[in-house]
């Protein structure tokens, strides 16, 4: 990823999403096939010391939002990416920060998707986002279904 | 629900679940069978002034636990509840503050519930939180397996 096109989506969050701020989600790294994001423990603690679920569940939101508005950029679509549903598995209580990763689906998914949407004005595609402590242990796998388009379908 | 246990449910929110403060979740109505909690746009909003779908989840999530967590300490069993996995299908975009709602499952469900935590200390049970607007149309729909355990299965 470009540091003009993380820089545009940092900004976006800053400017946008007030909220990433409040659960501290940071850029951990970026290449062309993945984005890693960190969130700290300490604001999205739960009751019992440990990440509070739903902030996970709104890290993973923001990973394959992140990944998929990127990549839309750099192929030079500015189209709009919206979330359709998503499931969350919730494996192991997080007791550090946490890091949630998205890689790019594979090609022939991407090369589908840019069909559809340059045909139709529309495309689906689901991305699958893995969250693991800093010890590398996995504790929430993530698969949302997001859509891309290009036109505001809700005005 | 009893204001005590209102209360109880909001101090374990501000003390030990810091991020419920940043998402401004507050309690909007509580009776014995319906859990209802209210969330403001403004600091939830994303890029396109609507509420961010992983502010969302989050909200549902915490809806579901919170009406477990209250129903647990009103029946006497000082129980932790912990969600196992959730699905939420995003249906309108939600271009207000918007109200989460859970219900206390069916009676017959609720009792295998309970017979399981205490013949064998852990019961599942399925929640579903609807998500509001304003003007009452439904936004998102969330369903969420939680799991009710005495012992706390992590150490």
Redesign the interface.
């Known amino acids: 990823m470009s540091e003009d096109t993380l820089d545009a989506l940092r900004g976006?969050w800053r400017?946008?999403?007030?909220?990433t701020e409040?659960?501290g989600i940071t850029v951990e790294s970026a290449s062309e096939a993945e984005l890693v994001l960190r969130m700290p423990l300490?604001?999205?603690?739960?009751?019992?010391g440990t990440a509070?679920?739903?902030?996970l569940?709104?890290?993973?939101?923001?990973t394959g939002?992140s990944i998929l508005w990127r990549t839309m950029r750099e192929v030079g679509e500015m189209a709009?990416v919206?979330?359709?549903?998503?499931?969350?598995?919730?494996l192991?209580?997080a007791r550090s920060d946490v890091l949630a990763s998205a890689r790019l689906p594979a090609a022939g998914d991407m090369e589908r998707l840019l069909t559809a949407l340059r045909r139709r004005g529309k495309g689906r595609i689901t991305l699958d986002v893995n969250v693991r402590d800093t010890a590398g242990i996995v504790v929430a796998t993530f698969e949302g279904r997001y859509v891309v388009h290009r036109e505001?379908l809700?005005g």
Chains 1, 2 share one sequence.
């Not at 509070?52 to 902030?55: D, R, T």
């Not at 919206?82 to 919730?90: A, E, F, G, L």
């Open positions: 976006v400017r946008d999403m007030p909220i409040a659960l300490a604001p999205n603690r739960n009751h019992k509070f679920a739903g902030s569940s709104a890290l993973a939101t923001l939002w709009h919206v979330i359709q549903d998503s499931t969350i598995r919730y192991l209580p505001d809700f």
